[in-house]
């Protein structure tokens, strides 16, 4: 995710119907069709009037928000990390889940939680700690894994954390399958999680 202004809305790596029956199809069409877009256009927006970000990766204007004018800091942070944390979320599941499988990540998972039960139960309790809107993360800083949490569209790269997996525990993600019940959607999510993806995502990294 390195593209840079002017930013579309590319498709879904899969079907919208693909997640099911853990995710719906409707919820990914309004997600990714209406969500996501509405964080784009506004984006593009406010880079058309910033001429000196234009050069500048998603990544980067998320890594150095001193370089975005002040008086639009805010504004920036929630749009960017809108389209980043979307597009995240998005590439993070898969229809074609396999589980974790040994490798890399599977190590560092074990370095880092003791199992990956653990490490479940850890996610789940990050996603639900989540006050209102927000993500939990499973990141990397360097040397082993950790769970975080960001309210609204902040991301963790401003921290210097390198992100593996997100959730997305906005209302809007689950609300039409799962209602209020938020521990339902995240073990639904796991279930869906792309595991290939967040390995090459730990494997890509320099620190690593």
């Given at each position: 995710m390195?593209?840079?202004?002017?930013?579309?809305?590319?498709?879904l790596?899969?079907?919208?119907?693909?997640?099911?029956?853990?995710?719906?199809?409707?919820?990914?069409?309004?997600?990714?069709?209406?969500?996501?877009?509405?964080?784009?256009?506004?984006?593009?927006?406010?880079?058309?009037?910033?001429?000196?970000?234009?050069?500048?990766?998603?990544?980067?204007i998320?890594?150095?928000?001193?370089?975005?004018?002040?008086?639009?800091?805010?504004?920036?942070?929630?749009?960017?990390?809108?389209?980043y944390?979307?597009?995240?979320?998005?590439?993070?599941?898969?229809?074609?889940?396999?589980?974790?499988?040994?490798?890399?990540?599977?190590?560092?998972?074990?370095?880092?939680?003791?199992?990956?039960?653990?490490f479940?139960?850890?996610?789940?309790?990050?996603?639900?700690?989540?006050?209102?809107?927000?993500?939990?993360?499973?990141?990397?800083?360097?040397?082993?894994?950790?769970?975080?949490?960001?309210?609204?569209?902040?991301?963790p790269?401003?921290?210097?954390?390198?992100?593996?997996?997100?959730?997305?525990?906005?209302?809007?993600?689950y609300?039409?399958?799962?209602?209020?019940d938020?521990?339902?959607?995240?073990?639904?999510?796991?279930?869906?999680?792309?595991?290939?993806?967040?390995?090459?995502?730990?494997?890509?990294?320099?620190?690593?």
């Open positions: 390195d593209n840079k202004y002017p930013f579309v809305n590319t498709p790596r899969y079907p919208y119907n693909a997640l099911e029956p853990y995710i719906d199809e409707k919820t990914m069409i309004l997600h990714h069709d209406r969500h996501l877009q509405a964080y784009i256009d506004k984006l593009n927006l406010l880079m058309s009037e910033c001429r000196q970000l234009q050069k500048l990766s998603l990544q980067e998320l890594k150095n928000p001193c370089r975005i004018p002040e008086e639009k800091r805010r504004d920036f942070i929630n749009n960017a990390g809108g389209v944390n979307h597009r995240f979320y998005f590439n993070g599941m898969s229809p074609d889940c396999h589980g974790l499988e040994r490798g890399a990540l599977h190590r560092k998972m074990s370095e880092s939680f003791t199992s990956f039960e653990n479940k139960n850890e996610f789940t309790d990050a996603a639900m700690s989540v006050f209102g809107s927000g993500y939990a993360w499973l990141v990397y800083d360097g040397k082993k894994l950790k769970i975080t949490t960001t309210k609204n569209q902040d991301t790269l401003c921290r210097g954390f390198i992100p593996i997996l997100n959730i997305d525990v906005w209302e809007h993600a609300y039409l399958k799962h209602y209020n938020r521990k339902a959607y995240i073990e639904d999510f796991v279930k869906a999680v792309n595991w290939a993806m967040a390995e090459k995502r730990l494997c890509n990294q320099k620190s690593f």
